[in-house]
Every structure is written in structure tokens, then in C-alpha cells.
């Protein structure tokens, strides 16, 4: 069975920085594209960011770019995504999703996306 589950969220002030996890088990994560999607209050589903099974090829949507940086252990089975410089309109729930790799964009699996992590950014 697949699970994934996200957590590091919590409250913080516009500016601040957060560390989130995704812990993955159930299938090869080592061999899968991995990318973190979240939902903001009263909005569908964003894609934020994107990573390839290597570490590479690593893609941000471009109103996190600069300000997120995805990265990935293969040996533990777990995605990370740092945050700094928070801003309001962050706030959102945070998910870890397995991905496609196309045409240089990534394609979450929203409908697979686990359990995820509330991130609230106050000004």
C-alpha cells in the first residue's frame, strides 16, 4: 500500500522559514518522480514543486521560485521541501504526490497525495 505523509507544518510569521517532510513506503521511491502540491483555503489543488528520481531536474512553480527548495533522500524514503521567506498567500495544506516527468513539467498524482501538513503564515 502506498502512504504517504507529510509533516513540519505549522504557525508562523510572513518571513519565517519551515522544513517539511514526506515520508514515503509502499512502493520503490528511489526509482519515482516525487513533487509537492498543496491547497490553499477555499482553492483546488496547486502543483509547487518537482523532483526527479536522481535528484535532478528539479522544477518550482514560479510563485515559489527562489523562496523553496525542493530536495530528497533516497536512503530514508523521504522528500523535503525548506521554506523561507513565507508570505500569506503560502498558507495552505502541504502534499507529497508521486509524479510523470514530461515535456520538462511535472504531473502530480493529485488523487494519490496522502496525508498532509497545515502551513499557516501570519503578516
Known amino acids: 500500500e502506498v502512504q504517504l505523509v507529510a509533516s513540519g507544518g505549522g504557525l508562523v510569521q510572513a518571513g519565517g522559514s519551515l522544513r517539511l517532510s514526506c515520508a514515503a513506503s509502499?512502493?520503490?521511491?528511489?526509482?519515482?518522480?516525487m513533487t509537492w502540491i498543496r491547497q490553499a483555503p477555499g482553492k483546488g489543488l496547486e502543483w509547487v514543486s518537482g523532483?526527479?528520481?536522481?535528484?535532478?531536474?528539479?522544477r518550482y512553480a514560479d510563485s515559489v521560485k527562489g523562496r523553496f527548495v525542493i530536495s530528497r533522500d533516497n536512503a530514508g524514503d523521504t522528500l523535503y521541501l525548506q521554506m523561507n521567506s513565507l508570505k500569506p498567500e503560502d498558507t495552505a495544506v502541504y502534499y507529497c504526490?508521486?509524479?510523470?516527468?514530461?515535456?520538462?513539467?511535472?504531473?502530480?498524482?493529485?488523487?494519490?497525495r496522502g496525508q498532509g501538513t497545515q502551513v499557516t503564515v501570519s503578516s
Open positions: 509502499g512502493f520503490a521511491f528511489a526509482n519515482t518522480h
Open positions: 523532483i526527479q528520481n536522481s535528484g535532478g531536474r528539479i
Open positions: 504526490s508521486r509524479g510523470s516527468y514530461l515535456g520538462g513539467k511535472y504531473y502530480p498524482e493529485f488523487d494519490q
